[in-house]
């Protein structure tokens, strides 16, 4: 994987930092369904940096107040492979320095600031919210659980396995629409405390596919997502 820090694209009087740990975290933020104008690519460069240097300072002041348990010190990044979809993603590097991703294609399809502020704010909510540790504790846990029944049963050593993976996969989603839905609601607080609208920035729901309301589907629909938004944002304001 390449991934650029957003200070080689645009300076931000920052250093870049390496990150080697691929994006296997919290919280991705899908492609469009439908085509969508893109804004001309200066000004999304403009947007975007805008962004990063109102709201990144702010999700790091709230993950000290709420986490100050964890390293607050966000390392954004943007992943510059050519053909990627939209998306956004928290992960962790090497060192565990939070890192949030966009891809470049969901900074050019983004409408407005609003849109990126609330992208921003929900990736680093999931890192103040602990969201990767939670998921691997619950991963390990159905990995142990059904690993263990299949060798009770007295499978073999691959049907043990295969029971160990599907347990951690049932495990590793067994909150994550919960997780989904507390990073919107903290993002939203997030994206109002940076000065932006956090309602407007969820109509990026309105143009990325429904998940709906699947089993063990890793994403809420998105009619419950702005529902929070328009909630969380009434209940701030």
Same mark, same amino acid.
């Given at each position: 994987?390449?991934?650029?820090?957003?200070?080689?694209?645009?300076?931000?009087?920052?250093?870049?930092? *390496?990150?080697?740990?691929?994006?296997?975290?919290?919280?991705?933020?899908?492609?469009?369904?439908?085509?969508?104008?893109?804004?001309? *690519?200066?000004?999304?460069?403009?947007?975007?940096?805008?962004?990063?240097?109102?709201?990144?300072?702010?999700?790091?002041?709230?993950?000290?107040?709420?986490?100050?348990?964890?390293?607050?010190?966000?390392?954004?990044?943007?992943?510059?492979? *050519?053909?990627?979809?939209?998306?956004?993603?928290?992960?962790?590097?090497?060192?565990?320095?939070?890192?949030?991703?966009?891809?470049?294609?969901?900074?050019?399809?983004?409408?407005?600031?609003?849109?990126?502020?609330?992208?921003?704010?929900?990736?680093?909510?999931?890192?103040?919210?602990?969201?990767?540790?939670?998921?691997?504790?619950?991963?390990?846990?159905?990995?142990?659980?059904?690993?263990?029944?299949? @060798?009770?049963?007295?499978?073999?050593?691959?049907?043990?396995?295969?029971?160990?993976?599907?347990?951690?996969?049932?495990?590793?989603?067994?909150?994550?629409?919960?997780?989904?839905?507390?990073?919107?609601?903290?993002?939203?607080?997030?994206?109002?405390?940076?000065?932006?609208?956090?309602?407007?920035?969820?109509?990026?729901?309105?143009?990325?596919?429904?998940?709906?309301?699947?089993?063990?589907?890793?994403?809420?629909?998105?009619?419950?997502?702005?529902?929070?938004?328009? @909630?969380?944002?009434?209940?701030?304001?």
């Amino acid at each position: 994987m390449r991934w650029i820090a957003l200070v080689l694209m645009i300076p931000l009087g920052a250093c870049a930092v *390496p990150v080697t740990t691929p994006p296997t975290g919290s919280g991705s933020v899908s492609a469009p369904s439908v085509p969508t104008r893109q804004v001309n *690519p200066d000004t999304a460069a403009r947007n975007f940096v805008s962004v990063v240097q109102r709201v990144e300072p702010v999700a790091e002041r709230e993950c000290r107040a709420r986490a100050p348990q964890l390293d607050c010190d966000f390392l954004i990044v943007v992943d510059d492979r *050519p053909g990627l979809p939209a998306n956004a993603f928290q992960t962790l590097d090497k060192d565990g320095r939070p890192v949030i991703g966009f891809t470049l294609a969901l900074i050019a399809d983004a409408q407005n600031t609003d849109e990126l502020a609330f992208v921003l704010g929900h990736e680093a909510s999931h890192h103040i919210s602990g969201h990767i540790a939670r998921s691997q504790a619950s991963a390990q846990a159905g990995a142990l659980i059904l690993g263990g029944l299949a @060798q009770v049963a007295g499978s073999g050593a691959n049907s043990i396995e295969t029971a160990a993976r599907l347990g951690a996969t049932v495990g590793s989603r067994r909150y994550s629409k919960d997780f989904e839905l507390e990073a919107d609601r903290l993002g939203t607080i997030i994206a109002i405390r940076a000065g932006y609208d956090p309602v407007n920035g969820a109509e990026f729901f309105t143009r990325i596919p429904d998940p709906g309301d699947r089993f063990l589907g890793s994403h809420p629909p998105n009619s419950d997502r702005i529902a929070i938004v328009r @909630q969380t944002a009434a209940q701030y304001r």
